[in-house]
């Protein structure tokens, strides 16, 4: 399934066209992938509508991919044909700056994301160099991993630039989708942490409660326990300034989000610098993933474990899927099947 140019989902609800491309050859580092199964992401939404516009056309979009090694470049020794491995976001980087040396290819200049700078996964094939794709553990049927290499690793990283250490305390601003990932790896990899939420609604936060929330108020509230660190999984401005006051002297507020709304903006005028920031508290943002987030999530996630709700589509529906998902028509995390 193809994407020829940017347009608006709403005037345009088949965006993606059925075509036939040559299949991918290896190149000396590169694997082949027998794509079995494609997360659909709220990302191809951004790309198709040109929020993150793929750099050439036509594109095959798609960066949660499953499948198995079909083929191997002639250096490409990793894996084996057959393995069943999977492709998130992060498709290729320069690998000699920095960013690269330090494990933080998320940030190098030269990123090249899976399904916008390079063929996707809403395809039979895919291919990738070896280095970018990773083991699924036995656990999870393909559909049922293709969700995990996005926003749960996107999760993961949140959790380790937290810095945390098992028995801090940990608070999340906002309990949806992703500050539930968070909270289930938190329980499992730091199980003497508590975990104090803040979310608006009274359902978010018993729903919080049963997920093992020690504590759960509303945005403005003050926790009965000073925090170690924070994530912020909220779009707006409101719940970083309110819970910024519950962080002890140099905490540290991880804002998982890709981009934050302006509706609130104004919200920010109120923070107060004593309060606030003072004594050594800081702000940081999560960008996507580097390579280690997605194996040690991946390997977490078959701990704990947590197997995500999946809702299947056929390749040819992807057009479907992805409007459904415009509408916030969401029975679980939508996977395109593929060869069924
Ligand atoms: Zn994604
Ligand atoms: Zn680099």
Redesign the pocket.
């Known amino acids: 399934m193809i994407l020829n140019k940017i347009c608006d989902l709403r005037e345009n609800p088949k965006p993606l066209e059925m075509a036939n491309l040559p299949d991918p050859v290896p190149r000396d580092n590169e694997i082949i992938i027998k794509v079995s199964a494609c ?1 659909v ?3 191809e939404l951004d790309e198709i509508e040109g929020r993150t516009p793929p750099p050439r056309f036509p594109i095959v979009l798609g ?2 991919v499953v499948g198995r090694v079909e083929e191997m470049g002639c250096k490409a020794n990793k894996f084996r044909v057959g393995d069943r491995v999977g492709i998130g ?1 992060i498709h290729s980087v320069c690998g000699g700056c920095g960013f690269c040396l330090g494990g933080n290819e998320n940030l190098c200049e030269n990123f090249k994301a899976t399904g916008r700078d390079a063929n996707g996964g809403y395809a039979e094939y895919a291919s990738v160099s070896e280095d970018f794709a990773f083991k699924i553990p036995a656990l999870f049927s393909d559909s049922e991993a293709a969700p995990l290499l ?2 749960g690793a996107i999760g993961y990283r949140s959790l380790r630039l937290t810095d945390i250490e098992d028995g801090q305390n940990l608070g999340l601003t906002g309990f949806g989708a992703s500050a539930h990932l968070v909270i289930k790896m938190t329980r499992q990899k730091y199980p003497k942490s508590k975990v104090f939420v803040f979310a608006r609604s009274e359902g978010e936060r018993s729903f919080a409660k049963e997920l093992g929330a020690v504590w759960a108020g509303d945005t403005e509230k003050e926790s009965p326990e000073k925090l170690d660190c924070i994530i912020d999984t909220t779009p707006v401005w409101k719940p970083v300034i309110e819970a910024l006051k519950n962080l002890k002297n140099g905490g540290r507020l991880v804002i998982n989000a890709i981009r934050k709304e302006g509706v609130d903006k104004k919200y920010l005028l109120k923070l107060d610098y004593p309060t606030h920031l003072w004594l050594e508290k800081e702000i940081k943002s999560v960008a996507n993933v580097a390579r280690r987030d997605i194996s040690e999530f991946l390997e977490l996630a078959a701990e704990i474990p947590l197997i995500p709700e999946v809702q299947e589509f056929e390749l040819e529906e992807a057009n479907r899927a992805l409007v459904e998902l415009q509408d916030r028509k969401i029975r679980g995390e939508k996977v395109l099947r593929i060869d069924l």
């Open positions: 997360g992401c709220h990302t960066h949660e976001w996005c926003a």
